[in-house]
Protein backbone atom coordinates (compact mmCIF):
# COMPACT_ATOMS: atom_id res chain seq x y z
CA UNK A 1 0.00 0.00 0.00
CA UNK A 2 1.00 3.34 -0.66
CA UNK A 3 1.13 6.14 1.48
CA UNK A 4 -1.54 7.65 0.39
CA UNK A 5 -3.83 4.96 1.48
CA UNK A 6 -2.15 4.39 4.81
CA UNK A 7 -3.62 8.33 5.37
CA UNK A 8 -6.84 7.67 4.03
CA UNK A 9 -7.39 4.76 6.65
CA UNK A 10 -5.74 6.93 9.36
CA UNK A 11 -8.48 9.57 8.58
CA UNK A 12 -11.28 6.58 8.29
CA UNK A 13 -10.24 5.53 11.89
CA UNK A 14 -9.87 8.89 13.27
CA UNK A 15 -13.66 9.80 12.05
CA UNK A 16 -14.57 6.39 13.42
CA UNK A 17 -13.29 6.33 16.66
CA UNK A 18 -14.16 10.30 17.40
CA UNK A 19 -17.92 9.38 16.61
CA UNK A 20 -18.13 6.14 18.83
CA UNK A 21 -17.64 8.86 21.70
CA UNK A 22 -21.06 8.63 23.69
CA UNK A 23 -21.73 12.68 23.52
CA UNK A 24 -21.07 12.39 19.41
CA UNK A 25 -22.48 9.48 18.69
CA UNK A 26 -26.06 10.65 19.97
CA UNK A 27 -25.58 13.95 17.91
CA UNK A 28 -24.68 11.97 14.88
CA UNK A 29 -27.73 10.09 15.04
CA UNK A 30 -30.01 12.39 16.51
CA UNK A 31 -29.53 15.08 13.79
CA UNK A 32 -27.50 13.82 10.88
CA UNK A 33 -28.74 10.33 10.12
CA UNK A 34 -32.19 10.57 11.71
CA UNK A 35 -33.52 14.55 10.71
CA UNK A 36 -36.56 15.90 12.34
CA UNK A 37 -38.32 16.13 8.50
CA UNK A 38 -37.73 13.33 6.31
CA UNK A 39 -35.62 13.44 2.68
CA UNK A 40 -38.65 12.13 1.00
CA UNK A 41 -41.17 14.78 2.76
CA UNK A 42 -38.89 17.82 1.51
CA UNK A 43 -38.71 16.33 -1.87
CA UNK A 44 -41.97 16.30 -2.07
CA UNK A 45 -42.33 20.03 -0.88
CA UNK A 46 -39.93 22.14 -2.93
CA UNK A 47 -41.91 24.65 -4.19
CA UNK A 48 -40.12 27.82 -1.69
CA UNK A 49 -43.51 29.73 -0.80
CA UNK A 50 -44.40 26.28 0.92
CA UNK A 51 -41.07 25.14 2.37
CA UNK A 52 -41.12 28.68 4.14
CA UNK A 53 -44.63 28.63 5.25
CA UNK A 54 -44.09 25.30 6.81
CA UNK A 55 -40.89 26.44 8.20
CA UNK A 56 -42.05 29.91 9.61
CA UNK A 57 -45.11 28.58 9.91
CA UNK A 58 -48.77 31.45 10.81
CA UNK A 59 -46.16 34.57 10.70
CA UNK A 60 -45.20 33.93 7.25
CA UNK A 61 -48.70 33.88 6.72
CA UNK A 62 -49.39 36.71 8.04
CA UNK A 63 -46.39 38.85 6.44
CA UNK A 64 -47.55 37.94 3.36
CA UNK A 65 -51.06 38.58 3.38
CA UNK A 66 -49.85 42.54 4.67
CA UNK A 67 -47.87 42.36 1.40
CA UNK A 68 -51.04 41.28 -0.65
CA UNK A 69 -52.96 44.24 1.59
CA UNK A 70 -50.44 46.61 0.53
CA UNK A 71 -50.62 45.44 -3.44
CA UNK A 72 -54.52 45.47 -3.18
CA UNK A 73 -54.53 49.13 -1.87
CA UNK A 74 -51.84 49.89 -4.39
CA UNK A 75 -49.66 51.06 -1.62
CA UNK A 76 -45.99 52.02 -2.67
CA UNK A 77 -42.81 51.48 -0.56
CA UNK A 78 -44.66 50.97 3.12
CA UNK A 79 -42.76 51.03 5.94
CA UNK A 80 -44.16 48.83 8.86
CA UNK A 81 -43.71 49.53 12.33
CA UNK A 82 -43.27 46.01 13.99
CA UNK A 83 -44.79 45.79 17.69
CA UNK A 84 -42.35 43.64 20.11
CA UNK A 85 -43.56 39.86 20.89
CA UNK A 86 -44.52 40.62 24.31
CA UNK A 87 -47.10 43.07 23.32
CA UNK A 88 -48.19 40.33 20.78
CA UNK A 89 -49.12 38.03 23.45
CA UNK A 90 -50.66 40.14 25.94
CA UNK A 91 -52.69 41.00 23.12
CA UNK A 92 -53.90 37.48 22.42
CA UNK A 93 -51.78 36.69 19.60
CA UNK A 94 -50.12 34.38 20.62
CA UNK A 95 -48.75 31.88 17.69
CA UNK A 96 -48.04 35.34 15.66
CA UNK A 97 -44.49 36.38 16.36
CA UNK A 98 -42.45 39.64 14.85
CA UNK A 99 -39.38 38.90 13.28
CA UNK A 100 -36.11 41.26 12.53
CA UNK A 101 -37.01 43.96 9.92
CA UNK A 102 -34.11 42.05 7.76
CA UNK A 103 -36.23 39.27 7.92
CA UNK A 104 -38.95 41.16 7.32
CA UNK A 105 -37.70 42.22 4.24
CA UNK A 106 -36.35 39.01 3.04
CA UNK A 107 -39.85 37.41 3.26
CA UNK A 108 -41.86 40.40 1.88
CA UNK A 109 -40.06 43.03 0.15
CA UNK A 110 -41.47 45.66 2.80
CA UNK A 111 -39.70 47.74 4.95
CA UNK A 112 -39.60 47.36 8.55
CA UNK A 113 -38.66 49.28 11.91
CA UNK A 114 -38.63 48.23 15.56
CA UNK A 115 -40.24 51.14 17.83
CA UNK A 116 -35.64 51.20 19.07
CA UNK A 117 -34.91 52.23 15.43
CA UNK A 118 -33.20 55.28 14.89
CA UNK A 119 -35.75 55.39 11.43
CA UNK A 120 -38.85 54.51 12.86
CA UNK A 121 -39.76 58.19 12.11
CA UNK A 122 -40.00 56.50 8.55
CA UNK A 123 -43.21 54.33 9.46
CA UNK A 124 -46.47 54.53 7.56
CA UNK A 125 -48.25 51.24 8.74
CA UNK A 126 -48.32 49.71 12.06
CA UNK A 127 -49.01 45.73 12.86
CA UNK A 128 -51.40 45.47 15.33
CA UNK A 129 -52.65 42.05 17.25
CA UNK A 130 -55.89 40.96 14.82
CA UNK A 131 -59.45 40.73 16.60
CA UNK A 132 -59.35 36.94 15.71
CA UNK A 133 -57.16 35.36 18.19
CA UNK A 134 -53.72 34.68 16.75
CA UNK A 135 -54.39 36.92 14.08
CA UNK A 136 -52.74 40.10 13.27
CA UNK A 137 -53.70 43.87 11.53
CA UNK A 138 -52.21 46.00 9.52
CA UNK A 139 -52.97 50.01 10.03
CA UNK A 140 -51.80 53.61 8.36
CA UNK A 141 -50.03 55.39 11.14
CA UNK A 142 -51.81 58.97 11.18
CA UNK A 143 -49.44 61.65 11.82
CA UNK A 144 -46.81 61.98 14.21
CA UNK A 145 -49.29 62.31 17.34
CA UNK A 146 -50.06 58.42 16.81
CA UNK A 147 -46.45 57.39 15.65
CA UNK A 148 -45.40 58.67 19.28
CA UNK A 149 -48.05 57.52 21.00
CA UNK A 150 -47.86 53.78 19.28
CA UNK A 151 -44.34 54.41 19.83
CA UNK A 152 -44.54 54.62 23.72
CA UNK A 153 -46.35 51.50 23.65
CA UNK A 154 -44.02 49.66 22.27
CA UNK A 155 -41.23 50.66 23.89
CA UNK A 156 -42.43 49.76 27.61
CA UNK A 157 -41.83 45.73 26.42
CA UNK A 158 -38.64 44.82 26.43
CA UNK A 159 -36.94 44.16 22.69
CA UNK A 160 -37.58 40.55 22.02
CA UNK A 161 -39.99 39.87 25.09
Known sequence: ??????LFVAAL???????????????LFSFILKPPISYATQFGHLDPE??????YGNSYHVYMEAVNLFQRLQVTDPVILLP?????TKC??????????????Y???????????????????VMLPGKEI?????RKINGMEDR??????????????
Open 13 to 27: LVIVLFFTIPQYYRW
Open 84 to 88: PVGFL
Open 50 to 55: ERRASR
Open 92 to 105: GAVNVETVEPAQFY
Open 1 to 6: MSRRNY
Open 107 to 125: FTGCKAVFASSPNVGLATW
Open 148 to 161: DSLIKIFLQFKPGS
Open 134 to 138: NSAML
